[in-house]
T-cell receptor, first 120, second 118 residues
Framework: DTGVSQDPRHKITKRGQNVTFRCDPI?????LYWYRQTLGQGPEFLTY????????KSRLLSDRFSAERPKGSFSTLEIQRTEQGDSAMYLC??????????????????FGAGSRLTVL | AQTVTQSQPEMSVQEAETVTLSCTYD???????LFWYKQPPSRQMILVIR??????QNATENRFSVNFQKAAKSFSLKISDSQLGDAAMYFC???????????????FGQGTILTVHP
């Protein structure tokens, strides 16, 4: 397993266009997270999935953003009608959640290299 | 809501010397994890070290150790024998550990850029 993969690594688009990012997690990981990181700042949580279920969405995730994980494996993050304020690094991470009764310390996030979005 | 604060935007250290990065956090929870992540320029974030809140003993990973002060809500990272490869942005992060659907989510600080001088 080569870790968490994200594609594309860099996307330049014009304002108003739609963009989609893909994340392939570590194969045995059941949790998948999306974060957004602006230059010089820490990552901010956007949303996460347990298998195919989207369990939490941040208020940062406006209605122009949609994330899916249809088969509980890879995930996509789509941004519609992009705005210049959407320019950021979009990070994906995955982890293995053992569930209740198992020490949750095993739930360590492994991050991908990120997809950088530039909106002109 | 939990918050994580890193008050040092930038730090520098001479190669082979020791440096300490600061982190404070605010939470009403008693059961949580704290992490330090390293993000080299244009590379992915990797876990450096983690600390379970209910463990009093400070975590250590080779040249990296933490000073965890639960009452003060402080979690500093000490890097000993600094190497050029330690240069990166370092993030402190918090994760609630009480169970439920959202406990896996990390809350990050603003980061500290560490420069290592040869």
């Amino acid at each position: 397993d080569t870790g968490v993969s994200q594609d594309p690594r860099h996307k330049i688009t014009k304002r108003g266009q739609n963009v989609t990012f893909r994340c392939d997690p570590i194969s045995e990981h059941n949790r998948l997270y999306w974060y957004r990181q602006t230059l010089g700042q820490g990552p901010e949580f956007l949303t996460y999935f347990q298998n195919e279920a989207q369990l939490e969405k941040s208020r940062l995730l406006s209605d122009r953003f949609s994330a899916e994980r249809p088969k509980g494996s890879f995930s996509t993050l789509e941004i519609q009608r992009t705005e210049q304020g959407d320019s950021a690094m979009y990070l994906c991470a995955s982890s293995l959640d053992h569930g209740r009764g198992i020490p949750s310390g095993a739930n360590v996030l492994t991050f991908g290299a990120g997809s950088r979005l530039t909106v002109l | 809501a939990q918050t994580v604060t890193q008050s040092q935007p930038e730090m520098s250290v001479q190669e082979a010397e020791t440096v300490t990065l600061s982190c404070t956090y605010d939470t009403s929870e008693s059961d949580y994890y704290l992490f330090w992540y390293k993000q080299p320029p244009s590379r992915q974030m990797i876990l450096v070290i983690r600390q379970e809140a209910y463990k009093q003993q400070n975590a250590t990973e080779n040249r990296f150790s933490v000073n965890f002060q639960k009452a003060a809500k402080s979690f500093s990272l000490k890097i000993s024998d600094s190497q050029l490869g330690d240069a990166a942005m370092y993030f402190c992060a918090y994760r609630r550990n009480a169970g439920g659907t959202s406990y896996g989510k990390l809350t990050f600080g603003q980061g500290t850029i560490l420069t290592v001088h040869p």
